[in-house]
């Protein structure tokens, strides 16, 4: 533990160029993957600023995870697997679904119809 507490640690980040504060009343922070959502409710967050950046702190007592229904995939792999399988966009979307995400999974299920 550092001696002299809060005010020696902000000192030290004073020196280093970093800025820090408490957001207040926070409802709510949803994290999104391509297959799930993670729902913290309630958190107690930090926002430490640095010159072009900021490092967000959150802290939950608990939290919710869901399985999204359908997952999402970027657009790069969408085109990729449409441009591959000479397909529409649809079709890829349907394909990469059926394939869990797996690209070259997609593809094979695209080309050999």
């Given at each position: 533990?550092?001696?002299?507490?809060?005010?020696?640690?902000?000192r030290?980040?004073?020196?280093?160029?970093l800025?820090?504060?408490?957001?207040?009343?926070?409802?709510?922070?949803?994290?999104?993957?391509?297959?799930?959502?993670?729902?913290?409710?309630?958190?107690?967050?930090?926002?430490?600023?640095?010159?072009?950046?900021?490092?967000?702190?959150?802290?939950?007592?608990?939290?919710?995870e869901?399985?999204?229904?359908?997952?999402?995939?970027?657009?790069?792999?969408?085109?990729?697997?449409?441009?591959?399988?000479?397909?529409?966009?649809?079709?890829?979307?349907?394909?990469?679904?059926?394939?869990?995400?797996?690209?070259?999974?997609?593809?094979?299920?695209?080309?050999?119809?």
């Amino acid at each position: 533990m550092m001696r002299g507490g809060n005010r020696e640690m902000r000192r030290m980040l004073d020196r280093m160029g970093l800025e820090m504060k408490e957001l207040s009343n926070v409802q709510e922070v949803v994290i999104k993957t391509d297959t799930k959502e993670i729902i913290i409710a309630k958190p107690a967050v930090t926002e430490m600023k640095a010159k072009d950046n900021s490092i967000f702190q959150v802290i939950a007592e608990s939290y919710e995870e869901r399985e999204l229904e359908v997952p999402i995939f970027s657009h790069e792999d969408i085109a990729l697997v449409a441009q591959q399988a000479n397909v529409s966009a649809e079709e890829a979307t349907k394909a990469l679904t059926e394939a869990k995400g797996d690209l070259a999974r997609a593809i094979l299920l695209l080309t050999t119809k």
